[in-house]
């Protein structure tokens, strides 16, 4: 399964607004735009919308900006995407609507693609947004250990 940009925008947002929770300025969302190189009015689109889900509270005009509404460990990852994608349509058989498939009934592939998405979404459910903000341990995925002042896409603290 492939996020959509708005799914991996969204996750991008929160992870930002996360790490300045310790902040005294809130993040804007030109900021975020800037730092993950994103158009400013999709991104505008996006925090509406975590904002009507009740993860975001946007503040407008001087000093204004995004704040986390709920503490990032209350914020669980599967909860956001389930929400902001549009689509968990794998293949043609998983809508009834549209579906052709003249295997449908002999075949076990969606009954293995659905037991791939279930799992997927269960270990989603078990990380929270705090749980992305905790540094890497040394050596994984990372071929040398840095320890890093700035991490590109997330604010300076």
């Not at 030109?30 to 509406?48: C, D, F, N, P, Q």
């Not at 293995?112 to 998405?117: E, G, S, V, Y």
């Not at 990372?142 to 603290?157: A, E, F, S």
């Amino acid at each position: 399964m492939r996020l959509t940009h708005w799914t991996d925008y969204s996750l991008r947002v929160l992870m930002y607004c996360a790490a300045c929770t310790q902040r005294e300025k809130p993040a804007t969302i030109s900021e975020i735009a800037g730092a993950h190189g994103i158009s400013r009015s999709h991104l505008t689109k996006i925090v509406m919308t975590l904002s009507g889900l009740g993860l975001l509270e946007t503040t407008r005009g001087r000093g204004g900006g995004l704040r986390l509404l709920k503490p990032a460990h209350l914020i669980v990852l599967g909860d956001v995407v389930r929400q902001t994608e549009t689509d968990f349509t794998l293949v043609e058989c998983f809508s009834a609507e549209h579906n052709t498939c003249r295997l449908e009934g002999y075949c076990r592939l969606k009954g293995t693609l659905q037991k791939a998405m279930d799992r997927y979404l269960a270990e989603l459910d078990g990380v929270t947004l705090a749980d992305l903000l905790e540094p890497m341990p040394p050596g994984a995925g990372v071929r040398k250990v840095v320890q890093l002042k700035h991490i590109p896409g997330m604010p300076d603290l």
